[in-house]
């Protein structure tokens, strides 16, 4: 019991790094899915066919094969250009927190996307159309109207996500990264007592997941706002 | 990109192929088997009944898979009772049967939270209706509630087929050898990432396809009744918009 106190801290600064994994992927999930909505929902017919293959192949392939392929093989492909294009010759390590909030981020933006072209869909068009007729930009319709507007919509799917791409985050221990879970796999060999470690690790996920979901609950009367509840 | 190291070691794509195929077929048939009485037990009111149930699938619904298999895998293995039992069963030192309890349990408790859901959206009136033609508690379940209820967890429940399918890619991680475990063989001997994972990558997108698919026509068949009616009655009905 005494080592595990002792060996807390050092748990929780995986914590740290397991959260700053999550928030920063979801950055990326998010900016990628506006990006896949929007090119879902364009007129342009080669927009929707990368993003139909895109949100079709990612979901359908497991993460942690994505995320193989995208360590081992990033890995590779970086060093090749380094050497063929710029001929250097030194060996480059791929970031391990670079490549698990990438692969993580391109994988939940598939999902965010499919999430934000339902809500973009159920925004009224007579909105947008009021604000073109104010004289708002393109840009400015889509920041001032439709982002708000469709906000109430998205955010259970972008709730239900954010809760799945936490637990994802567990993945990047095994391309290395050495945050809560590959640290309680430290913890553990070393104490020879691997359960409790892991246990301490699942309570703190459950922590996470049960403050998202409050905060989620928050938010999401933030911007029903206005929306009367049958 | 050479592929010929996959052609050359199909055996080994093969038996994860088989070991995948295994651990998802089974866990999920486990799984369901187990989250049946539970969905029930969790529709209680008695909060001694649901309390427990509520526990097991907030504490599976709200970890990481992976996280879950090591607790198992490392931890249950751990266990002096399990190391003694071990010197007899030696199956039970076969990573196997761990990801196996582990892949189960994680099932259960979100197929336990789908048909939950869908046993609370069962109409009233259809259990009033079987208690007034005098069904007991139990012929109520297995006559209307669950039948009616299993129809409306189609779609959710196909979703978690497909998750419990990706999720399987993690016995890899505990030296199984699956598909993907196949795959981390021959990219760490090849050094090959690509063909490796694109490949396994393929074989799992085209599962997924067939998944899809297969659920496509169970919908067809269970929602028979909920079809728009235009083949029966001859000629072509415009749906109103």
Known sequence: ?230 | MDFSPIFENYPLFLEGLVNTTKLVVSALAIGLLIAVPLAILRTSRNPLVNGPVWAFTYFFRGTPLLVQIFMIYYGLGQLQFVIELSQDWTFLRDAYWYALLAFTLNTAAYTTEIIRGAIEGTPYGEVEAARACGMSKSQTYRRVILPSAFRRALPAYSNEVIFMLHGSVLASVITIVDLLGAARIINSRYLAPYEAFLSVAAIYLCFTFLIVGGFKLLENRWFAHLRPREQTTGKKQTQPA
């Open chain 1, 1 to 230: 019991m005494d080592e595990l106190f002792e060996r807390l801290p050092f748990i929780l600064d995986g914590a740290v790094i397991t959260v700053a994994v999550s928030l920063v992927s979801a950055v990326v999930a998010l900016v990628l899915g506006l990006l896949t909505a929007t090119a879902k929902l364009s007129r342009s017919r080669l927009a929707r066919a990368v993003a139909t293959v895109y949100t079709t192949v990612i979901r359908g392939v497991p993460d942690l094969v994505l995320m193989l392929l995208i360590f081992f093989g990033g890995q590779l492909l970086v060093n090749h250009i380094a050497y063929e294009w710029f001929g250097y010759e030194d060996y480059i390590d791929v970031n391990a927190f670079i490549a698990g909030t990438l692969t993580i981020g391109f994988i939940f933006g598939a999902y965010m996307g499919e999430t934000f072209r339902g809500a973009i869909l159920s925004v009224p068009v007579g909105l947008l159309e009021a604000g073109y007729a104010y004289g708002m930009s393109k840009r400015q319709v889509f920041f001032r109207i439709l982002i708000p507007q469709m906000m109430r919509h998205a955010l259970p799917g972008i709730g239900n996500n954010w809760l799945v791409l936490m637990k994802t985050t567990a993945l990047v221990a095994i391309i290395g990264l050495n945050e809560m879970v590959f640290r309680a796999g430290q913890s553990g060999g070393a104490t020879r007592e691997p359960f409790v470690y892991y246990l301490v690790v699942a309570v703190i996920f459950l922590i996470f997941t049960t403050v998202s979901i409050l905060g989620l609950r928050l938010a999401e009367k933030h911007y029903s706002a206005g929306v009367r509840r049958a």
